[in-house]
């Protein structure tokens, strides 16, 4: 019979997110922060504010804890944040696997056994990084800063802060804020747009642009009164962003940003964007989620050590341990990664107050 580590390995946990991430886990905001692969453990390349070096607020490290802090080394070079994460594949589940195989006795039968387990597996290590990177995303285009805090219940918590705005030009020039929010019945929607779209073009010129909001400013927006005068004037033959368009003399585009995720497995689903708030962005990419080398990857890439570790294309690192005694399986994924916003000063926002 074939041994179930043949199936059951970092390679084929990778090849398995490769395959499925883009149907299952595609991430909305990535278009603007991709992922881009670095050996630097130390990163001095984060720009803020028309290209400031980033300052840190806040730095912990711990290396039992599932998010490091940031420590800083010098004035200009940090090291990235850790992240990490493990899920056992116990000797009963082993048994289990066993009991399922036994009279097919062939790889598929195994494959087909094992696949309930691994997607919880790549669910939990793959795609746990890659809302991470969203997070971080959703942070930068909201805030201009990032924050992330490890479980309230975690055995070591530890925090990370970093204000990309160093010197407080881009809360002073890109940072507007609503007459009336629009969940609260905004009066004057479209003049509100225009004001900060006046000082966008100002930046960007009048090229194309994308407003991300959550679904629930959508829908207000949807209901604004003057908004709905002109479809009712027009027999209803636009749309509202055809409305927008006409009426600001703008070329956007509408992105509906409704995706939640969990700090922890046992805390409640939060959305990514927050209610009221309206992200002014380039349709091109803005900076990047830096991935470094996890203490695993380069111990593997400068060292002799041969272990059962693979990395995807992000550049997560899956690695697995395999012990006899007991039989089990400990898949461990980890990653270091840090967002890099080379265009924040083109970037606008309005929010509540």
Not at 75 to 81: G, N
Not at 262 to 288: A, F, K, M, T
Request: charged share 25%; glycine share 4%.
């Amino acid at each position: 019979m074939a041994d179930i580590r043949d199936f059951y390995n970092a390679k084929n946990i990778v090849a398995l997110w490769e395959q499925i991430k883009g149907a299952n886990y595609a991430k909305q905001l990535e278009k603007w922060f991709p992922y881009r692969k670095t050996t630097e453990v130390d990163i001095t390349l984060a720009y803020g504010y028309e290209k400031q070096n980033v300052a840190l607020d806040l730095c912990a490290y711990d290396t039992n804890a599932r998010i490091r802090g940031l420590q800083p080394i010098s004035t200009s070079k940090m090291e990235m944040p850790f992240f990490k994460n493990s899920v056992l594949f116990t000797e009963k589940q082993r048994r289990e696997v066993l009991q399922t195989v036994k009279f097919a006795n062939n790889d598929l039968a195994i494959a087909t056994a094992l696949a309930g387990h691994m997607e919880n597996v790549v669910d939990i290590l793959l795609n746990g990084p890659d809302v991470v990177g969203e997070r971080y995303r959703a942070q930068l285009l909201q805030h201009g800063a990032i924050v992330v805090s490890s479980p309230k219940s975690h055995v070591s918590p530890s925090a990370v802060s970093i204000n990309y705005d160093v010197r407080g030009k881009w809360q002073d020039n890109n940072v507007d804020y609503w007459n009336t929010k629009p969940s609260a019945g905004t009066t004057d929607f479209l003049g509100d747009m225009r004001a900060i779209m006046d000082e966008y073009q100002k930046k960007n010129g009048v090229t194309p642009c994308s407003w991300i909001m959550n679904g629930s400013t959508w829908l207000n927006l949807c209901n604004d009164a003057r908004i709905n005068a002109i479809l009712t004037a027009n027999g209803f033959n636009k749309t509202v962003e055809q409305v927008i368009r006409d009426v600001l003399r703008v070329p956007i585009n509408i992105v509906v940003n409704s995706a939640t995720y969990r700090p922890d497995e046992d805390e409640p689903e939060l959305p990514y964007w927050e209610e009221d708030v309206i992200s002014i962005v380039p349709n091109r990419q803005l900076g990047h989620v830096l991935v470094g080398l996890t203490p695993t990857q380069y111990d593997e890439m400068y060292s002799e050590a041969k272990r059962d570790v693979a990395s995807s294309s992000e550049n997560f690192c899956i690695q697995c341990r395999h012990r006899d005694d007991p039989i089990q399986t400990e898949a461990i994924g980890s990653t270091t990664m840090l967002p890099q916003f080379d265009e924040m000063d083109k970037c606008f926002v309005i929010r509540p107050e």
